[in-house]
C-alpha cells in the first residue's frame, strides 16, 4: 500500500469511525475527573462500560468498512466483518483492564476496585458489543 493511500484511510478512520470512541473517552474523562461522577450512589460505570464496547466495535467495524472501500481485495461480508470486530472488541475489553491492572501496579492509580469489578466491566463492555452487532444486523433488514 502506497503510503498516500494509507494516508487517506488513516483520515477517513480519524474523521467517520474514531469520533465516537473519542467522544466516549471524554465524556468517561469528565465524569471521573472532573465530576467524579464514578464515587456518587448513582450507577455510572456499567452504562459508560457499555456505550464503551459499543463505540468499540463502530469504531472496528468503521475501519474495515473504510478499509474494504479503499482496498476491494480485503472486502468481508457484512456477517464475517461483524463477527470480527466483535471479537475485537472481546479483545479489546480486555486488554482495557490489563491495562488498568498494570497502571495499579505501577503507578498506583488505584482504578481497578476488584477482579469482580473488573471482570463485570469485561462482560459489561462485550454487551455493548453484541449491542452494536444487533443494531447493525437488525438495521440491515430494513
Known amino acids: 500500500m502506497r503510503r498516500t493511500a494509507a494516508i487517506a484511510i488513516l483520515r477517513e478512520v480519524l474523521q467517520r469511525a474514531a469520533w465516537f470512541p473519542a467522544a466516549v473517552f471524554a465524556l468517561h474523562v469528565v465524569l471521573s475527573k472532573a465530576l467524579e461522577a464514578y464515587r456518587l450512589p ?3 460505570e456499567i452504562p459508560m462500560h457499555l456505550l464503551g464496547g459499543f463505540a468499540i466495535a463502530y ?3 468503521g475501519i474495515l468498512v473504510i478499509v474494504a472501500r479503499h482496498r476491494p481485495s480485503v472486502q468481508l461480508v457484512q456477517s464475517a466483518r461483524l463477527v470480527l470486530a466483535f471479537a475485537l472488541v472481546c479483545a479489546a ?3 482495557w483492564e490489563v491495562a488498568e491492572f ?3 501496579q505501577v503507578f498506583g492509580t488505584r482504578s481497578r476496585l ?3 469489578n473488573s471482570l463485570v466491566d469485561v462482560l459489561v463492555g ?3 458489543g453484541v449491542g452494536y452487532v444487533a443494531w447493525r444486523v437488525l438495521s440491515a433488514k430494513r
Open 114 to 116: 476488584s477482579l469482580e
Open 42 to 44: 448513582i450507577p455510572v
Open 93 to 95: 475489553t480486555v486488554l
Open 102 to 104: 498494570l497502571f495499579d
Open 59 to 61: 469504531f472496528l467495524d
Open 126 to 128: 462485550t454487551v455493548g
